[in-house]
């Protein structure tokens, strides 16, 4: 069992920065390759970026244009989302996900049926 607890949102002027924190329990956390989504009001979930359980690969969802960048440090047992160039269409309730699988592959790491662990969320919101 793993839970997943988010942390960082915040309101912020276009153009700041904000770094986003998923803090997990359980010991095999290290196994886990996690993502992060987020959803915006009267849209649908959609996937912003995941990383592999060691850390070593990395995906991003198109429109993040290398504003974002994720991170892990599993002595911590927490993966980060820093967050720069905000815009406001960026503004939306982020959510951390694990899943306990080995491979990292792009079509899956954007299915939301993959992940089996599911934070809370965190609010973000950017102003113009």
């Known amino acids: 069992q793993v839970q997943l607890v988010e942390s960082g949102g915040g309101l912020v002027q276009a153009g700041g920065s904000l770094r986003l924190s998923c803090a997990a329990s359980?010991?095999?956390?290290?196994?886990?390759?996690v993502g992060w989504f987020r959803q915006a009001p009267g849209k649908e979930r959609e996937f912003v970026a995941a990383i592999s359980w060691r850390g070593g690969s990395t995906d991003y969802g198109d429109y993040v244009n290398d504003r974002f960048t994720i991170s892990r440090d599993n002595a911590k047992n927490t993966v980060y989302l820093q967050m720069n160039s905000l815009k406001p269409e960026d503004t939306a309730a982020y959510y951390c996900?694990?899943?306990?699988?080995?491979?990292?592959?792009?079509?899956?790491?954007?299915?939301?049926?993959?992940?089996?662990?599911w934070g809370q969320g965190t609010q973000v919101t950017v102003s113009s």
């Open positions: 996900a694990a899943k306990n699988s080995g491979r990292f592959y792009s079509i899956e790491n954007r299915l939301q049926y993959t992940y089996q662990y």
């Open positions: 359980g010991r095999t956390f290290s196994s886990y390759a």
